[in-house]
């Protein structure tokens, strides 16, 4: 489903990403492992079309991707979950995802809605309440349920576990867990290691904008990632 091949990126003349090379398959949930600065956000930005490459390629389904427009790239279904969730506070939980599944044609985004109470009830109890009145966890609910909205074939989550109680994260892990048990292909950016490999089946470890290993969750649940993170 994707695939990056000596890619790199950054802001100006300020280089964050460094030949990095990675691949998940159709179906797969791939964890992006790395300390804060690392450039996972960066990268996932770079995919989505928010920050350009200076070199290297993404290809998306078979399509090269690379510095093609955002909305473009939204429009093939690549969806990011930004990190910080980025819902409007002063919309409904409603208008939130009906802007969500604004790349659909009114009669399939009334379809998706209706399809995503169905697996998110709780979302559909709070339909009318203003998304800025919710809390944490129901916030990155009604993110995940935005993106869902979007019927991706990838979708990009950025830092998921952040602010949460452990409460929530349980519930968003096992949300996106469901998510992938359909079908859905992610990459998920996450500090937490243990909370991303207990979800996916293999990553990759950036320090300084590099890719410094990859493997599954025994080969990375070693002293060396740990020291990735010390470093």
């Avoid at 991707?65 to 910080?84: F, K, L």
């Avoid at 985004?109 to 998304?131: C, D, H, I, T, V």
């Avoid at 990838?154 to 892990?173: H, Q, R, T, W």
Wanted: proline content about 3%; aromatic content about 4%.
């Amino acid at each position: 489903m994707l695939e990056i091949k000596g890619l790199c990126a950054g802001y100006g003349k300020v280089s964050v990403i460094h030949e990095a090379t990675l691949h998940v398959a159709k179906g797969d949930c791939v964890a992006l492992l790395g300390p804060n600065n690392a450039g996972k956000t960066t990268l996932l930005r770079t995919i989505s079309g928010l920050v350009r490459a200076t070199a290297g390629r993404i290809v998306v389904d078979g399509d090269n991707i690379t510095n093609m427009r955002s909305s473009a790239i939204v429009a093939r279904g690549i969806i990011q979950i930004p990190e910080g969730r980025h819902i409007f506070g002063a919309l409904s939980v409603e208008e939130n995802l009906i802007i969500g599944g604004s790349r659909l044609k009114h009669g399939p985004r009334m379809k998706s809605l209706e399809k995503l109470y169905q697996r998110f009830p709780q979302l559909g109890e709070l339909r009318k309440r203003s998304a800025g009145t919710l809390s944490g966890g129901q916030q990155q609910m009604l993110a995940i349920g935005r993106a869902v909205m979007a019927e991706p074939i990838l979708l990009l989550i950025d830092e998921p576990s952040l602010g949460l109680s452990p409460v929530a994260i349980d519930e968003i892990f096992a949300i996106l867990q469901s998510l992938q048990r359909t079908g859905v292909t992610i990459l998920l950016s996450e500090q937490n290691a243990d909370l991303s490999l207990n979800l996916c089946s293999r990553g990759y470890v950036l320090s300084k904008g590099r890719i410094v290993m990859e493997g599954d969750g025994h080969t990375l649940r070693n002293a060396a990632l740990q020291d990735v993170y010390m470093a």
